[in-house]
T-cell receptor, first 112, second 114 residues
Framework: ELKVEQNPLFLSMQEGKNYTIYCNYS?????LYWYRQDPGKSLESLFV?????AVKQEGRLMASLDTKARLSTLHITAAVHDLSATYFC????????????FGEGTQLTVNP | KAGVTQTPRYLIKTRGQQVTLSCSPI?????VSWYQQTPGQGLQFLFE???????NKGNFPGRFSGRQFSNSRSEMNVSTLELGDSALYLC?????????????FGPGTRLTVT
């Protein structure tokens, strides 16, 4: 059974700083997703990572996948207040249809 | 293309009652999944329906059930509500064609059980 763990669970950072959120998973995951959730809102898809070494970037966020280490990272560059949200990673196993297994989420607060 | 829609958006029920939530997927999507989100347990998978058949089921009691109609719309039902069923229920749709399983989430239904 796939298990997904994120760290840190809480992250408070200053605007302009860089930081990384880590996502470890327990067994082979065919696809790795990153989502953003604002308070009281639904999940917004950020990245889909399909293969080892995959790297995707959108604005100040960059996600990568290392399938050998069973690790995905979400790197934040020069954080701004608008990035404050909860970030989830989720694994998906090909034999389980569309089922997602989520990490606990990282609550990011960017302070001015 | 319209996104995933869920109705109702907010619901207040009393312990022991039952509730039905509805989800309309993105046009052309045949897979609908349901998730429960609570502060204590996080995001947990309930079940997935594909072409009117349950394809996957999470670890929830039998009080939680669902179905999918021929137009891919899905409903989930929770019977004999408990206080712990208070949660945000999220529906997600995927095309599940050509290996694409990327899920798109609806706005959610916030259920409060009193």
């Amino acid at each position: 059974e796939l298990k997904v763990e994120q760290n840190p669970l809480f992250l408070s950072m200053q605007e302009g700083k860089n930081y990384t959120i880590y996502c470890n998973y327990s067994t082979t995951s065919d696809r790795l997703y990153w989502y953003r959730q604002d308070p009281g809102k639904s999940l917004e898809s950020l990245f889909v990572l399909l293969s080892n070494g995959a790297v995707k970037q959108e604005g100040r966020l960059m996600a990568s996948l290392d399938t050998k280490a069973r690790l995905s990272t979400l790197h934040i560059t020069a954080a701004v207040h608008d990035l404050s949200a909860t970030y989830f990673c989720a694994g998906q196993v090909g034999t389980s249809g569309s089922r997602l297994t989520f990490g606990e989420g990282t609550q990011l607060t960017v302070n001015p | 293309k319209a996104g995933v829609t869920q109705t109702p958006r907010y619901l207040i029920k009393t312990r022991g009652q039952q509730v039905t939530l509805s989800c309309s997927p993105i046009s052309g999507h045949r897979s609908v999944s349901w998730y429960q989100q609570t502060p204590g347990q996080g995001l947990q998978f309930l079940f997935e329906y594909f072409s009117e058949t349950q394809r996957n089921k999470g670890n929830f009691p039998g009080r939680f059930s669902g179905r999918q109609f021929s137009n891919s719309r899905s409903e989930m039902n929770v019977s004999t509500l408990e206080l712990g069923d208070s949660a945000l229920y999220l529906c997600a749709s995927a095309s599940s064609g050509s290996g694409s399983h990327e899920q798109y989430f609806g706005p959610g239904t916030r259920l409060t059980v009193t």
